[in-house]
């Protein structure tokens, strides 16, 4: 497993060789149509499915694979996660994601990316500066209203490889490039919350 910071920042990091590579072939071979599906939270009018593991599936064992990688994360950050969750979300023909910063809750996220298709369909990270953002009493309550930001770091759309992102109030990213038909965008997406 390769982990780097993309800048000195040291909030945000480059993750690749996560899962061993046999258990990815696998899932490319037997797709996703025998889960079960349903809405990720706070997206239920997108293009996206959480598509949920069972007992002796290929997701399932991918699940144990990154659990048993994930104290590398806590002592990176000095930071003990009481609670690690992991979803695997598939982006559908048409998916993108507007330049957003989540809410506060979410204390850190890993979006690796297990699919395969176009090496533009990754997250794209910005620097932004606190007066770009607004606080509002709402649940995503950090909204950003500046989107003419510079770009920091543009995370490819490979196989095995994906971000860690320390949450915090300028933590500004997207996925501006549409999903086509022909990717296969999955990702596990590992929540790490105090």
């Given at each position: 497993?390769?982990?780097?910071?993309?800048?000195?920042?040291?909030?945000?990091?480059?993750?690749?060789?996560l899962?061993?590579?046999?258990?990815?072939?696998?899932?490319?071979?037997?797709?996703?149509?025998?889960?079960?599906?349903?809405?990720?939270?706070?997206?239920?009018?997108?293009?996206?499915?959480?598509?949920?593991?069972?007992?002796?599936?290929?997701?399932?064992?991918?699940?144990?694979?990154?659990?048993?990688?994930?104290?590398?994360?806590?002592?990176?950050t000095?930071?003990?996660?009481?609670?690690?969750?992991?979803?695997?979300?598939e982006?559908?023909?048409?998916?993108t994601?507007?330049?957003?910063i989540?809410?506060p809750?979410?204390?850190?996220?890993?979006?690796?990316?297990?699919?395969?298709?176009n090496?533009?369909?990754?997250?794209?990270f910005?620097?932004?500066?606190?007066?770009?953002?607004?606080?509002?009493?709402?649940?995503?309550?950090?909204?950003?209203?500046?989107?003419?930001?510079?770009?920091?770091?543009?995370?490819p759309?490979?196989t095995?490889?994906?971000?860690?992102?320390?949450?915090?109030?300028?933590?500004?990213?997207?996925?501006?490039?549409?999903?086509?038909?022909?990717?296969y965008?999955?990702?596990?997406?590992?929540?790490?919350?105090?």
């Amino acid at each position: 497993m390769e982990v780097r910071a993309v800048d000195n920042l040291n909030n945000l990091f480059l993750v690749k060789n996560l899962v061993h590579p046999v258990l990815i072939d696998l899932l490319h071979k037997e797709g996703t149509q025998n889960y079960q599906k349903q809405n990720v939270n706070w997206q239920d009018d997108r293009l996206r499915d959480n598509v949920i593991p069972h007992k002796g599936s290929v997701l399932s064992m991918i699940s144990a694979d990154i659990t048993s990688k994930l104290k590398h994360f806590q002592k990176l950050t000095n930071t003990n996660y009481e609670r690690i969750s992991i979803e695997y979300w598939e982006d559908y023909a048409g998916y993108t994601s507007n330049m957003h910063i989540d809410n506060p809750n979410m204390v850190a996220l890993m979006q690796y990316y297990i699919g395969y298709g176009n090496l533009n369909l990754g997250t794209k990270f910005y620097y932004a500066e606190h007066q770009d953002v607004r606080d509002e009493d709402t649940a995503q309550h950090w909204i950003l209203w500046n989107k003419n930001l510079p770009i920091r770091y543009e995370f490819p759309h490979e196989t095995n490889s994906g971000y860690f992102s320390i949450n915090n109030r300028i933590q500004a990213h997207d996925m501006p490039n549409p999903v086509s038909k022909t990717d296969y965008r999955i990702s596990a997406v590992i929540h790490f919350d105090t």
